[in-house]
């Protein structure tokens, strides 16, 4: 089979990865791609939104599936794009069409469908422009913290934990009378502050039958110890010790088949992945919110643990008949340690040669957010630059592994985290 996966970060390197193992392969392009999918196949140079582009190139490079990374291209319709084309509908998207991308869109869409189908969730009510006076005085009836949550995409920072309620007025004022978020908070989702740990679950579904993939735990803010700023993410670990076989059981009967068996009674398409974030709060799940992707950089963590071969797995999804396809998953522990660039998530420079990363040799270098120089040196062209995977029989081995693997690649400004999965030991 031809592949052409669309997206060029850490997610994609890892998709890349998995993808170029399978015995079905025959080529495999990325688009754009970075400095690392080289190794895996062929960069393309073309906008994850540019669909006309990658349309034109997938008739010419007779491209056989399409397995989308980000949110971006599903939210704006690359899946009906192709549906919508004679030349095209041939071709399956591995992601799911508009509406169903409607899950991560739109904060509001997600939390009615959860309530509509009973899906345990943070209690919440939604507000606009006309309606900011009702906000603010609902805020005055709420628990302390709250959190302000923007509808629409805006790019992992659209979601605020509000501790007082001067603040929490502030910030719902900012983004719905000032769009502090620009259009994505038009509506802003108030809701109430769930405390406990957090994990994430990842679903592929044919629309009917689904595999559950490993669980993760990913670690958001940016120092040591869970403090500072959040992030797009500093690492990840799978499985987590405290997502037991009890605890997935529930997650399965309470979160998983009510979320497929919703987009069914909705009539919603759905072919593709379903991220569930979720809180455990005395041992019982809770939604924090759908992804309609893989989450990064949980997948760096998550698909190096998958046995099968994936393209297999997506052919299932294609043809429907996922139930079919064997699926297995390794019992040994997967630690990923994402390396940054220095400043991030604030102002950050980039072009900074990146050295070393052939002396890695116990783990897996995943670009994220790199590019090649003019004169052909590994440059990085992002906040988050290179996530390190490695694979070991227990949890303290593979945390010892992947730190010092990130210790051996070098960059003027380099920062990771050395504490990656020290809570759950």
Request: negative net charge; charged residues 25%.
């Given at each position: 089979m031809n592949i052409l996966i669309v997206g060029s970060g850490g997610r994609e390197s890892a998709l890349a990865y998995k993808i170029s193992q399978s015995a079905k392969l025959n080529q495999l392009f990325i688009a754009p791609g970075n400095a690392g999918t080289i190794q895996y196949g062929q960069n393309v140079p073309l906008k994850?939104?540019?669909?006309?582009?990658?349309?034109?190139?997938?008739?010419?490079?007779?491209?056989?599936?399409?397995?989308?990374?980000?949110?971006?291209?599903?939210?704006?319709?690359?899946?009906?794009?192709?549906?919508?084309?004679?030349?095209?509908?041939?071709?399956?998207?591995?992601?799911?069409?508009?509406?169903?991308?409607?899950?991560?869109?739109?904060?509001?869409?997600?939390?009615?469908?959860?309530?509509?189908?009973?899906?345990?969730?943070?209690?919440?009510?939604?507000?606009?422009?006309?309606s900011l006076a009702d906000g603010l005085t609902y805020l005055e009836y709420q628990s302390l913290p709250i959190v302000l949550k923007a509808d629409g995409l805006a790019a992992g920072k659209g979601v605020l934990i509000c501790e007082t309620l001067s603040s929490a007025k502030e910030e719902l004022t900012a983004m719905l009378a000032d769009a502090k978020f620009g259009d994505a908070?038009?509506?802003?989702?108030?809701?109430?502050?769930?405390?406990?740990?957090?994990?994430?679950?990842?679903?592929?579904?044919?629309?009917?039958?689904?595999?559950?993939?490993?669980?993760?735990?990913?670690?958001?803010?940016?120092g040591e110890g869970d403090t500072g700023l959040n992030t797009g993410g500093m690492g990840s670990i799978s499985p987590v010790p405290f997502a037991d076989e009890a605890f997935l059981s529930k997650v399965d009967e309470r979160v998983i088949k009510p979320t497929i068996n919703g987009l069914k009674k909705d009539g919603i398409p759905y072919k593709g992945f379903i991220f569930i974030g979720l809180m455990n709060v005395g041992g019982d799940p809770y939604v924090i919110e759908y992804n309609v992707r893989l989450g990064d950089p949980e997948t760096e963590s998550v698909l190096p643990r998958i046995e099968s071969d994936l393209l297999d797995l997506f052919?299932?999804?294609?043809?429907?008949?996922?139930?079919?396809?064997?699926?297995?998953?390794?019992?040994?522990?997967?630690?990923?340690?994402?390396?940054?660039?220095?400043?991030?998530?604030?102002?950050?420079?980039?072009?900074?040669?990146?050295?070393?990363?052939?002396?890695?040799?116990?783990?897996?270098?995943?670009?994220?957010?790199?590019?090649?120089?003019?004169?052909g040196q590994v440059v990085t062209a992002g906040g988050r630059v290179i996530a390190v995977t490695t694979l070991q029989d227990d949890l303290f081995s593979a945390l010892q592994q992947a730190t010092a693997d990130a210790g051996r690649v070098f960059y003027e400004g380099k920062y990771f985290r050395t504490d990656i999965g020290f809570d759950i030991i």
């Open positions: 994850v939104t540019d669909f006309e582009g990658i349309a034109a190139f997938s008739l010419e490079n007779e491209i056989d599936m399409v397995i989308v990374g980000p949110e971006e291209p599903l939210v704006k319709g690359i899946h009906d794009y192709f549906l919508s084309r004679e030349d095209l509908k041939h071709i399956p998207v591995i992601g799911p069409q508009r509406e169903g991308a409607q899950l991560e869109g739109s904060k509001d869409f997600s939390k009615q469908f959860m309530a509509r189908h009973g899906v345990p969730t943070a209690a919440s009510k939604s507000f606009d422009k006309a908070s038009n509506v802003v989702v108030i809701e109430e502050f769930l405390s406990g740990i957090e994990l994430s679950v990842f679903v592929l579904t044919d629309g009917e039958s689904y595999k559950v993939l490993p669980a993760a735990k990913d670690y958001k803010r940016i052919e299932g999804v294609a043809e429907g008949n996922l139930s079919e396809r064997s699926f297995s998953v390794s019992p040994k522990t997967a630690v990923t340690v994402m390396m940054v660039s220095g400043g991030y998530p604030g102002d950050y420079e980039s072009g900074k040669v990146i050295s070393n990363i052939e002396n890695v040799k116990e783990s897996i270098v995943f670009h994220a957010g790199t590019k090649l120089s003019d004169d």
